[in-house]
């Protein structure tokens, strides 16, 4: 089956720093990727949407210019923290659906960020 | 909005039959999904029902969907130590091609 991939699946970082999350789906093209956030013991929060060759569609509350995403081909989307704070501290999780008919959409492992 | 909303704690017998609830707003929902996520891992997709389904099963797992209630509920038979970890409800409006909204999750605790 189809497989997405993120990396790195474990961060930590300094206050202040910035942080780049990949997605990559392996073995299909994702024009379209989506970025969700889940903090511990609760349920995932969709973030963002990625669009391959346009601009990323947030959800509200979202701040693009804290969280940017580049959907820079159609296996590849980025999530960068930019001056990570600790309560940027979460799993950050991307998918991808499959667009064959099959009404899947692959989840990536996931990427723990520690901000200390 | 659209809101999702799962017990948090389901605890059952090896070899027993486990069923996880879910209720959602939304009306428009058209497709209806339950994932499955092991302790630091992604999720995985378990199975799906369509809006205009009332039933579907896959091996171990029964789906039910009572649109006029809003209802979904999972059904996991002959309940292994493997099948142990927290499930999420999900729906979407157009299908895969769009966003999902999660449910809160319902953690399955299987003893022996």
């Known amino acids: 089956g189809a497989v997405v991939s993120q990396h790195p699946s474990w961060v930590i970082c300094k206050s202040g720093t910035s942080v780049k999350i990949e997605c990559r789906s392996l073995?299909?093209?994702?024009?379209?990727m989506f970025w969700y956030r889940q903090f511990p013991k609760q349920s995932l929060m969709l973030m963002a949407t990625s669009n391959e060759g346009s601009k990323a569609t947030y959800e509200q509350g979202v701040e693009k210019d804290k969280f940017l995403i580049n959907h820079a081909s159609l296996t590849l989307s980025t999530l960068t923290v930019t001056s990570a704070h600790p309560e940027d501290s979460s799993f950050y999780i991307c998918?991808?659906?499959?667009?064959?008919?099959?009404?899947?959409?692959?989840f990536g492992p996931g990427t723990r960020l520690l901000v200390l | 909005g659209e809101d999702v909303e799962q017990s948090l704690f389901l605890s059952v017998r090896e070899g027993d039959s486990s069923v996880i609830n879910c209720t959602y707003t939304?009306?428009?929902?058209?497709?209806l999904y339950w994932y499955k996520q092991e302790p630091g891992a992604g999720l995985q997709l378990l199975t799906y029902?369509?809006?205009?389904?009332d039933m579907k099963q896959d091996q171990r797992l029964t789906v039910l969907l009572n649109k006029k209630d809003k209802h979904l509920s999972l059904r996991i038979a002959d309940t292994q130590t493997g099948d142990s970890a927290i499930y999420f409800c999900a729906e979407s409006i157009t299908g895969t091609a769009s966003k999902l909204t999660f449910g809160t999750g319902t953690r399955l605790q299987v003893t022996l």
């Open positions: 029902i369509f809006s205009n389904m």
């Open positions: 939304d009306s428009s929902s058209t497709y």
């Open positions: 073995d299909f093209q994702a024009t379209t």
């Open positions: 998918s991808a659906p499959e667009t064959t008919g099959r009404e899947t959409q692959y």
